[in-house]
């Protein structure tokens, strides 16, 4: 069974801090991404990445970055935290190919106060 | 670029009835199209994949067919459950430069009355 571990599970940031989500995947997966969920906007993608040192804006990636230091770790960061932030985050992976699902972590839910 | 369109919810069923949920997309390329279903406090997951055009998919008596005529890619199921109530999100995987890149639409939350 694909494994994607996010943590932490939930954070609480005081605007202009840094926030920083952290995602594990043991699946030897290529792509990672990441999403936010929001009511009435679904998933969007902010940042991905097909490899170890690589990352890749998505459709949504201002006030983000993210950063793959390896195969199995993949981290979104939020240099300064604003409100318009709070939201569900969700770190996926995949394997290579066009044919391929995505497995998805269970979300970090973060309130930036 | 790429993008989902679909069935804007809530949508609100009796158990028994059936259920569509419509889905249009727009790709310049040859995508796989996905069913995802995500339930309360859970990541989104696969429901089915279809990765050829005029091909169907189907699992747990859900089911769609690609239609690449029409660009649409709808879900259907003959009787709803109440066990069925959760998001559904019609998905568009395809190939962008050097990763494979996942498109979701805005999800579709379904409510099943028992």
């Known amino acids: 069974e694909a494994a994607v571990t996010q943590s932490p599970r939930n954070k609480v940031a005081v605007t202009g801090g840094k926030v920083t989500l952290s995602c594990n995947q043991t699946n030897n997966h290529n792509n990672m991404y990441w999403y936010r969920q929001d009511t009435g906007h679904g998933l969007r993608l902010i940042h991905y990445?097909?490899?170890?040192?690589?990352?890749e804006k998505g459709d949504i990636p201002d006030g983000y970055k993210a950063s793959r230091p390896s195969q199995e770790n993949f981290s979104l960061i939020l240099e300064l935290a604003t409100p318009s932030q709070t939201s569900v985050y969700f770190c996926?992976?995949?394997?290579?190919?066009?044919?391929?699902?995505?497995?998805f972590g269970k979300g970090t839910r973060l309130t930036v106060v | 670029g790429d993008s989902v369109t679909q069935t804007k919810g809530p949508v609100t069923l009796s158990e028994g009835t059936s259920l569509t949920v419509n889905c249009s997309y727009e790709t310049k390329q040859y995508p796989t199209l996905f069913w995802y279903v995500q339930y309360p406090g859970e990541g989104p997951q696969l429901l089915f994949k279809v990765p050829k055009a005029n091909e169907k998919g189907s699992n747990r008596g859900f089911e769609a067919t690609y239609d690449k005529g029409t660009t649409s890619f709808h879900l259907q199921k003959a009787s709803v459950q109440e066990s069925d109530s959760a998001v559904y999100y019609c998905v568009l995987g395809d190939r962008d430069t050097n990763a494979y890149k996942v498109i979701f639409g805005k999800g579709t939350h379904l409510h099943v009355l028992p």
């Open positions: 990445s097909y490899g170890a040192g690589s990352t």
């Open positions: 996926a992976s995949g394997a290579s190919g066009r044919n391929t699902e995505v497995f």
